[in-house]
C-alpha cells in the first residue's frame, strides 16, 4: 500500500512537472509579448526592464532560473501585471476560487445525486427521459453562455440575485450573519452555473450505476425481506453505485477548475481564474506559470484523492496492488 | 511593440498616451437612428447635497495606485488623477486651441523670455492627507520617478527636455529645459505629484515588484483617499479631509467596482446595483434609456478606426491604387451601420474635435466607378472573366485581418469585402487574436488590416508616418515618403504653436493624398449613470472629471 501510495505520488509530481514544462514553452511559443509591460517603454526601459525580468536569457536558462527559485525559495517570480510576488497574488485569489469551487461541487452532487435518483425511480417513464434529455443539453451548453443566461434571467429579468462580485459594495464593515447571507447570495449563481458544468456526465453515470446495481441479487433479497423502496435505494443500491460516482469526480474536477477561469471572469469572482485570464491576456509569464502549477497541483491531487477513495470504498480493488 | 527612438510632446491633449496606442476593444453593436451624440447631463437645477456614496462600475482592472510603475491604462490613471494633483490644470478647451492651463498645485507659474526656464509658485496650505504639506521637493521627486530607468514610465518622454528641477525653497520650484519647445508647460505637468515623504522610502528598483507597499504608505493630494482595495474587486475611496480645492468632495464614498464583462457591467447596473458605469456598447443603449430613472453619457473619444495598407505589398504600392480601395468603399454606411449614432466618419489621424485636424479635408466619398477607373488606369483588367481584377497574370486578391473576438469590427470586415468585391478586389477575411497580430503588424507580416488606435496625445504623428518608424515603432504601412519626412522634422522641431500647427496640417493634407491607410470611423466613449447621481462631466480628459463635483441625490 505504501509503495502504491509512493509510486503514485511520483507519478503526479512528474505529471506536475510536466506540465509546468509544456506550458513555459508553449506560452512562449505562442506569438505575442507581455505587452502589459512593454507597451510604449522606449528602448532603454525596455532593455532594462527586459533584463529585471530575466527576459534576455536563452529559454532554458529562464526555466532553470523559475524551477530553481521556485522549489527553492518558494519564490514563484514576480506578476508583470499586478507588480507583486506572484505566490501573493495566487494567496490573495485562492480563497474565493476554493470557495467556489466547493459549493459548485456540492450543487453537482446534490443535483447529480438527485436526479438520478428521481429518474431511476421512474426508469422508462417520460420523467426518467426528461432527466436525461436535460442532462444531455446541459452537457452540450457552453458553460460561459449558461453564466450569461442565468445573470441575464437572474438578476437582469427577475432581479433576485447579484451579478457578479463575492460581496455587496463597500461590505466591508458588515461582520457577522449578514455578511455570510451577503457572500452566500453572490455565490448562489456562480456556484450553481459552475456546478452545472459536466453534470449531465455525472447524472447519466449514476443512473446507469444505480440501474445496474438494482438489477443485483442482493437487491432483490432486501426486496423480499420487506425492505422499503426508499431503503432498498439509498441505503443497499446507493453505496454499491458511489464507487464510479468518486471516479467521475476526480474527472470533474479538472473541468470544474477550467470552468472556473470563465466563471470567474463572468461573474468578477476575485479567484485564481480571474488573475490568471488577466495574466493570459497580457503575456505575464510568471503569473501564467504559477497559476499553471497551483491548479496542476489541484487537478492531480483531486485524482490521486479520488483513486484513494475509491480504494477505500472497494475493498476488492485492493488485491490488485499487490 | 517597438519604439520611436525620439519623441518630442508638444501642445496637444494630455492624459499621457505617447505614440498610437492599439485599441483591443471597441465597443459594439448596434445601427440605432442618427440623433446628436449625448450630451454630458445637463447641470442641476438642485444645489449639491453633501454625503451619500456612488457605486462606479469600470471593466478594467485597477493595475495600480502608482501610476508610474504601471502600465498607462485608462482606468489606471482615472485613478491616479482622484487621488493625486498635477502642478496645473489641464483644461478640456482643445477644440479650438490647444488646450489651456490653470492653477492646481501651483498656483502661479512664469516661463523665462528665452522659454528655457519655468518657475512654479506653489499653493503654500496644501496639504497631504496625512497632514505633511506638499512642497517643492515633491515636485523634484516626483519628476526623478519619471525618469528614473527603473521606475521605466511610460509616458516618461514627456521629460525628455526638462535638464533638471531645482528647488528654490519650500514654495517655488524651477524646471529647466534643454531647448525651447512650442508648449513647455504640457510636457512638464504631465503626471501626478507624489508623497515623497512616504514613497521615497522605498527605492525605485522595487517599485516593480512591491505593489502593496504604496497603498500601504500611502497619503493623497487629490479629492479622495484610498479607504479600502480588494483587488481585482473594489476599491473604496473615502474624502481625503485636507483637500479644500475648490470644495471638498461632496460624496462620502465612491466606490469603484470591477467588472471584466461588459455583459455583466450592464446586468449590473440595470439590476441597480451600480450607480455609474464606464465601457458600455451601442447596442446597451436601448435598454438602459427605456427605463426613466437612468441616463446615458457619451463623448467623443480620441480613437479611430482605419484600414492600414501594407504599402511594401505590390497591390498596395502605389497611392493611385490606395486611393481607388478607399473610394470603393462606402464609409458613411459603414460607420451608419456598426455606430449607429455613436459614430463620426474619420478623415485624419488627429480627432475631428481636436484644434489641429484639418477642417479643409474633403472626405473621400464612395465612388465605385471611379475606383474601377483608376484601377484600369492601374493596369488591372479582369481577364479570366471570373469578376477578380487581374495584372501581370495574378488576381487582386489579398488577405484582409482583425483581431478576433471583436464582433464590430468583423462586422464591419464583411461590409468592406462585400464593396470591394463590387469593383472586382477579392479580399479574404482573417480573423487573428489581438498580440499575435500587433507582432505581424510591427513585422510587416500582413496585407491589409483593420485596426483602432488611440491618438497620440503630443500630436506627433512621426510615430506612424516618419520613414524611420517602420520596423521601430508603429509605420505598420510601411510608407516611406521624403516629403512626410521633412514635414514631420519640421512640425516636431517647432519652436512656436503656429509652426506647429502649419506642419500639422501640412502632414494632414499628405496623408490624405497618399493614404497608406483608408480611415474609417471615430467612436464616442458610452456610460451610463442614475439620475440620482449628479455632476458628471466625462470628456476625452478624463471621465471622473473633476469628481468632487459629483454628488448624490438624498
Keep these: ?322 | 511593440m517597438k519604439q520611436a527612438a525620439w519623441k518630442r510632446p508638444i501642445a496637444a491633449l494630455s492624459g499621457g498616451v505617447l505614440g498610437f496606442a492599439w485599441l483591443l476593444l471597441a465597443a459594439c453593436g448596434g445601427g440605432s437612428a442618427p440623433a446628436a451624440p449625448t450630451p454630458v447631463p445637463a447641470p442641476a437645477a438642485e444645489n449639491p447635497v453633501a454625503g451619500g456614496r456612488v457605486v462606479v462600475g469600470v471593466t478594467a482592472d485597477i493595475g495600480s495606485i502608482n501610476p508610474y510603475s504601471t502600465l498607462s491604462t485608462t482606468v489606471t490613471q482615472e485613478i491616479a488623477s482622484v487621488l493625486f494633483r498635477q502642478l496645473l490644470r489641464e483644461n478640456p478647451d482643445y477644440t479650438d486651441h490647444p488646450p489651456t492651463f490653470g492653477p492646481d498645485l501651483a498656483e502661479s507659474w512664469e516661463i523665462s523670455p528665452d522659454g528655457l526656464t519655468v518657475t512654479f509658485h506653489l499653493q503654500k496650505d496644501a496639504l497631504w492627507s496625512d497632514g505633511t504639506p506638499i512642497d517643492a521637493e515633491d515636485i523634484r521627486y516626483t519628476w526623478q520617478a519619471q525618469t528614473n530607468p527603473e521606475v521605466a514610465w511610460d509616458s516618461s518622454q514627456f521629460k525628455r527636455f526638462i535638464r533638471d528641477v531645482e528647488v528654490v525653497d519650500k514654495a517655488t520650484v524651477k524646471f529647466h529645459l534643454s531647448r525651447r519647445t512650442a508648449n513647455p508647460l504640457l510636457q512638464i505637468n504631465e503626471g501626478q505629484i507624489l508623497p515623497r515623504h512616504l514613497w521615497s522610502q522605498l527605492p525605485f528598483a522595487r517599485w516593480h515588484s512591491n505593489d502593496d507597499w504604496f497603498v500601504e504608505h500611502l497619503a493623497t493630494s487629490g479629492p479622495y483617499t484610498v479607504e479600502s482595495w480588494a483587488r481585482q474587486q473594489e476599491l473604496v475611496l473615502a474624502p481625503n479631509p485636507h483637500f479644500r480645492s475648490p470644495h471638498p468632495p461632496y460624496l462620502d464614498k465612491v466606490v469603484i467596482r470591477v467588472v471584466p464583462e461588459v455583459s455583466s457591467l450592464v446586468a449590473e447596473f440595470l439590476a441597480d446595483n451600480l450607480d455609474v458605469v464606464f465601457g458600455i456598447t451601442p447596442s446597451d443603449v436601448k435598454r438602459i434609456e427605456a427605463q426613466p430613472s437612468l441616463g446615458v453619457v457619451s463623448w467623443l473619444s480620441r480613437s479611430f478606426a482605419f484600414v492600414a495598407w501594407n504599402t511594401r505589398r505590390e497591390l498596395f504600392h502605389s497611392p493611385a491604387a490606395r486611393r481607388a480601395l478607399t473610394l470603393a468603399i462606402d464609409r458613411e454606411s459603414l460607420v451608419e451601420a456598426i455606430y449607429g449614432r455613436y459614430g463620426k466618419l474619420s478623415n485624419s489621424l488627429i480627432i475631428s474635435d481636436v484644434w489641429a485636424y484639418d477642417r479643409s479635408l474633403k472626405p473621400w466619398p464612395y465612388d465605385p466607378a471611379k475606383a474601377r477607373e483608376i484601377l484600369a488606369a492601374e493596369g488591372f483588367r479582369d481577364i479570366d472573366g471570373d469578376g477578380i481584377l487581374d495584372r501581370g497574370g495574378k488576381p487582386f486578391r489579398f488577405e484582409l485581418a482583425t483581431n478576433s473576438g471583436n464582433p464590430q469590427r468583423q462586422d464591419a470586415l464583411i461590409l468592406i469585402q462585400q464593396q470591394l468585391r463590387k469593383v472586382g478586389v477579392d479580399a479574404q477575411l482573417r480573423f487573428v487574436a489581438f498580440n499575435p497580430l500587433m507582432e505581424q503588424a510591427d513585422r510587416g507580416e500582413f496585407d491589409a488590416l483593420l485596426a483602432r488606435w488611440t491618438m497620440p496625445t503630443d500630436l506627433d504623428l512621426s510615430f506612424a508616418l516618419a520613414t524611420e518608424s517602420i520596423g521601430r515603432a508603429q509605420n505598420i504601412f510601411g510608407y516611406s515618403s521624403p516629403q512626410m519626412d521633412r514635414l514631420l522634422e519640421k512640425t516636431r522641431n517647432a519652436a512656436t504653436l503656429e509652426e506647429f500647427h502649419q506642419g500639422l496640417l501640412e502632414v494632414q493634407q499628405l496623408v490624405h493624398q497618399d493614404l497608406p491607410l483608408t480611415l474609417l470611423y471615430e467612436a464616442h466613449d458610452l456610460g451610463a449613470y442614475h439620475r440620482r447621481v449628479h455632476g458628471l462631466q466625462p470628456n476625452a480628459l478624463r471621465r471622473f472629471w473633476q469628481i468632487e463635483d459629483w454628488w448624490r441625490s438624498p
Design chain 1, 1 to 322: 500500500m505504501a509503495a502504491y501510495l509512493l509510486r503514485r505520488i511520483a507519478g503526479a509530481l512528474l505529471l506536475v512537472f510536466l506540465l509546468v514544462t509544456v506550458v513555459f514553452v508553449l506560452m512562449h511559443a505562442v506569438p505575442g509579448e507581455p505587452t502589459a509591460l512593454l507597451k510604449n517603454q522606449n528602448p532603454e526601459q525596455r532593455e532594462r526592464l527586459i533584463q529585471l525580468w530575466g527576459l534576455d536569457r536563452p529559454l532554458y536558462e529562464q526555466y532553470g532560473r523559475w524551477l530553481r527559485s521556485a522549489l527553492l525559495r518558494l519564490d514563484w517570480g514576480t506578476s508583470f501585471t499586478f507588480h507583486r510576488p506572484v505566490l501573493r497574488v495566487l494567496a490573495d485569489a485562492f480563497p474565493a476560487t476554493l470557495a467556489l469551487s466547493t459549493a459548485a461541487i456540492l450543487i453537482h452532487l446534490a443535483l447529480a445525486l438527485g436526479g438520478a435518483l428521481w429518474s431511476v425511480r421512474r426508469a422508462g417513464q417520460g420523467a426518467d427521459r426528461l432527466v436525461q434529455a436535460s442532462a444531455l443539453v446541459l452537457n452540450s451548453l457552453p458553460v460561459f453562455w449558461l453564466g450569461l443566461v442565468a445573470i441575464l434571467t437572474f438578476s437582469g429579468w427577475l432581479p433576485w440575485l447579484p451579478a457578479g462580485h463575492m460581496r455587496s459594495p463597500d461590505a466591508a464593515s458588515v461582520r457577522g450573519w449578514p455578511a455570510v447571507a451577503d457572500f452566500l447570495r453572490h455565490l448562489v449563481l456562480p456556484a450553481t452555473v459552475l456546478g452545472l458544468s459536466g453534470f449531465g456526465g455525472t447524472v447519466r453515470l449514476l443512473r446507469a450505476s444505480l440501474l445496474e446495481a438494482l438489477s443485483q441479487d442482493y437487491i432483490r433479497t432486501a426486496r423480499a425481506k420487506g425492505a422499503s423502496e426508499a431503503r432498498v435505494l439509498l441505503v443497499h443500491a446507493l453505496r454499491n453505485s458511489l464507487t464510479p460516482l468518486v471516479q467521475v469526480l476526480g474527472y470533474t474536477l479538472p473541468g470544474l477548475l477550467n470552468g472556473s477561469l470563465l466563471i470567474e471572469t463572468l461573474f468578477s469572482w476575485p479567484g485564481v481564474g480571474q488573475a490568471l485570464f488577466i495574466g493570459i491576456q497580457s503575456f505575464d509569464y510568471p503569473l501564467v506559470l504559477g497559476g499553471t502549477v497551483l491548479s496542476g497541483v489541484l487537478v492531480v491531487a483531486g485524482t490521486l484523492g479520488a483513486d484513494l477513495a475509491q480504494l477505500a470504498l472497494n475493498p476488492r480493488l485492493r488485491p490488485a496492488l499487490a
